[in-house]
């Protein structure tokens, strides 16, 4: 690792102090002080943080607590449920192939996938998806536990679902 240095900090905040730990190149100490902040701030109750820089770590951050009464600290290793973290990378990625002309958000989504088209979809474009306007907010009926690790089966529950509202008509978050 880089020029990693161990961090051991506390927050407080209404009372209660706030255990972090971890290590980090003091080039970086403009993480810590924030990760630390979120705690002193109430914006964290349990958070974790690391910051690759030119393919190495330079930040690994824990903190807080894994539970809300506040008994558990937060570990190294705490496996955390990440929402949404799919949504800048992809997005990242989808401009890219915008730049280099090989995709237009204004494209139907059923351009590049023509399964999608089904049951009023044919038109939808790639924006909405993106902006959750596309009315398939969720799939109905909910899909069978463990389908969203079967990337073909949820592939095809998508393709397959009817927009639940008019399509670019208003936003529904779209979990899937």
């Known amino acids: 690792m880089a020029n990693m240095q161990p961090v ?19 080039r970086f100490s403009k993480v810590i002080e924030r990760f630390i902040e979120n ?16 393919g190495e770590t330079v930040v690994d951050l824990w903190g807080g607590f894994k539970d809300r009464l506040k ?4 570990e190294q290793h705490t496996i955390t449920n990440l929402m949404s973290i799919a949504k800048a990378i992809t997005a990242t990625c989808f401009f890219l192939l915008v730049e280099r002309g090989l995709a237009d958000p204004n494209d ?19 924006r909405w998806i993106f902006d959750h306007r596309a009315g398939i907010p ?14 073909d089966a949820m592939c095809a529950a998508i393709a397959k679902q009817a927009p639940m509202f008019p399509p670019g008509e208003k936003c529904a978050y779209h979990v899937f």
Do not use: H, M, R
């Open 108 to 126: 139907p989504v059923s351009k590049y996938w023509p399964e999608f088209a089904q049951n009023g979809k044919k038109d939808i474009p790639i």
């Open 71 to 74: 008994t558990k600290p937060w």
């Open 8 to 26: 051991k900090t506390n927050a407080t905040f209404d009372g209660k102090l706030y255990p972090s730990e971890g290590f980090a190149d003091p």
């Open 39 to 54: 705690f002193s701030e109430g914006s964290e109750t349990g958070a974790c943080t690391a910051v690759t820089y030119n």
């Open 138 to 151: 969720v799939l109905d009926p909910s899909p069978p536990p463990g389908t969203i690790y079967n990337w």
